[in-house]
């Protein structure tokens, strides 16, 4: 159980994602998941051992690390990243509920239903409209909490997004004001600018997704209220043209994702 | 043998739950398997050579560590996830039992082979109580082995062969501390969620069979 798992269950939302869920999701899991893994894990990895005091009272680097780093940044993205990606799930399972309610249909042998076997409901890509909308917009809405509670909690937690070189403690049993050093500061700096940078390009495409979202809304309640049928089975046809071009070029990026995450 | 393996128990199982059994396996998945593995495992991994004792002792530390630090909380939580999934096993056992016996008979016995009726009920509700009484012993254990669920930045320790009253130091009590009240939080999660599957199902099926037992009687 690791990323790679996250990956196959918020592989099968893609599927039922506006273009814009695709990019975010190609930027969760390529700038985000995949620098986590490969490098911000090594450059936190000696972070206790390389703290360093100008003390040798036993004790005072314990408290000092303690005092400094409540939560380290690297586990406070791991939770970050977590609960940003939860949110998909309430798609994924409001999916699922349609094509089970679907499956009963078709075993019940009603004539509504339009398919002609199982493994085409299992195929089918649902569009967001109906109830599924509002699953899919209220987990937009959640995802952006999260994102801006976790930016939040790192801006107060380690006063900005500078990682200092040196701090300065009396925390007991340290006899006087001791002079810490944190192992690379530069680095951590860099990386943590980094992840704030992308987390914020995430929260962008939340907000143009649901803007997207809410447009779509008012236009087809617009376009409901007076114009022709004709028109929508137009609109739907290019629909289906960008999002299966949208499909292949994700499926594209997620199989260099699989790669690299195992 | 790792993780994945109980990744791919519990996949199985969400086959033949109901749907606040899949919120069950979701949960678990994302907030405490997943969690545990990307952060908390890390945090607890240096606990012994970031244990540190005020005192120049051999042996002292090893002894501290050793009285105040009995089982790991890191090994505890990985227990609680090893029991609790594994009473869903035993629904696993009994739609597989109920597919032999089709087969032995060869012959179509029960109208659906998942569905929660008759015999898969009583077990599917004995794997829910065991579940949530898991839950509960393992909250018990670490309130009662711990003193409650804060971890102290320093603990005083008198065991031989340290000569006098040592202090000892913890690494990252607050970070532990984050996380543990992370496990409990997700814990009484899962303990409410068990429960309210088990009304659920009690409610539902005591008001099927009450139904039945009315058209009977007017019958």
């Known amino acids: 159980m690791d990323w790679g798992a996250l990956h196959t269950i918020l592989g099968g939302v893609n599927k039922h994602s506006t273009s814009i869920g695709k990019i975010w999701l190609t930027v969760l899991f390529i700038f985000r998941i995949m620098i986590l893994v490969v490098a911000a894990e090594r450059v936190w990895g000696d972070e206790q051992d390389d703290f360093v005091c100008n003390t040798l009272q036993p004790g005072c680097r314990n408290v000092c690390y303690d005092h400094f780093f409540p939560i380290s940044h690297i586990r406070l993205w791991a939770l970050q990243l977590i609960f940003v990606s939860t949110p998909a799930l309430l798609v994924a399972m409001h999916v699922a509920y349609r094509r089970h309610e679907k499956k009963r249909q078709f075993r019940k042998g009603d004539q509504k239903c339009e398919f002609k076997d199982i493994e085409e409901i299992r195929k089918q890509r649902f569009r967001i409209e109906g109830s599924l909308w509002w699953t899919y917009t209220s987990s937009i809405f959640f995802r952006l909490i999260f994102e801006a509670v976790f930016m939040y909690a790192f801006y107060f937690m380690y006063d900005g997004f500078r990682m200092p070189r040196l701090m300065k403690c009396n925390a007991w049993p340290c006899p006087n004001t001791v002079d810490c050093f944190v192992s690379r500061p530069t680095e951590k700096t860099v990386f943590t600018i980094f992840m704030i940078a992308v987390s914020s390009i995430c929260i962008l495409l939340n907000v143009a997704e649901l803007c997207y979202l809410l447009t779509k809304f008012f236009l087809r309640r617009s376009k409901k209220a007076g114009n022709s049928k004709q028109q929508p089975d137009h609109e739907n046809k290019e629909e289906t043209k960008q999002n299966e071009m949208n499909e292949l070029i994700s499926d594209s990026c997620q199989n260099t994702v699989i790669g690299f995450s195992s | ?219």
């Not at chain 2, 971890?151 to 202090?167: E, F, Q, Y």
Request: charged share 20%; with cysteine; proline share 3%.
């Open chain 2, 1 to 219: 043998m790792s993780w994945a393996f109980l990744r791919d128990l519990l996949s199985g199982v969400n086959k033949y739950s109901t749907g606040t059994g899949r919120i069950w396996v979701a949960v678990v998945f994302m907030f405490r398997l997943l969690v545990y593995v990307v952060a908390a495992e890390n945090i607890w991994k240096h606990e012994h050579d970031e244990f540190e004792c005020n005192i120049k002792q051999p042996g002292c530390e090893n002894v501290c560590f050793d009285h105040f630090f009995p089982v790991s909380h890191i090994r505890l939580w990985a227990l609680q996830l090893i029991m609790v999934s594994t009473p869903s096993l035993l629904v696993v056992f009994h739609v597989a039992y109920r597919e032999n016996r089709e087969k032995h008979h060869n012959q179509k016995l029960y109208k659906n082979t998942g569905k929660i009726d008759g015999g898969l009920l009583c077990t599917y509700l004995i794997s829910l109580i065991l579940k949530t009484g898991l839950e509960v012993a393992f909250l018990v254990l670490f309130y009662k082995l711990y003193n409650g669920f804060k971890i102290p930045r320093l603990v005083k320790c008198d065991i031989k062969p340290c000569p006098n009253t040592v202090d000892c130091y913890i690494s990252k009590p607050t970070e532990k501390m984050i996380f543990l009240y992370f496990l409990v939080a997700t814990s009484c999660l899962c303990i409410i969620l068990n429960i309210s599957e088990l009304s659920y199902l009690i409610f539902k099926y005591s008001i099927k069979c009450y139904l039945k037992r009315h058209m009977k009687k007017q019958q």
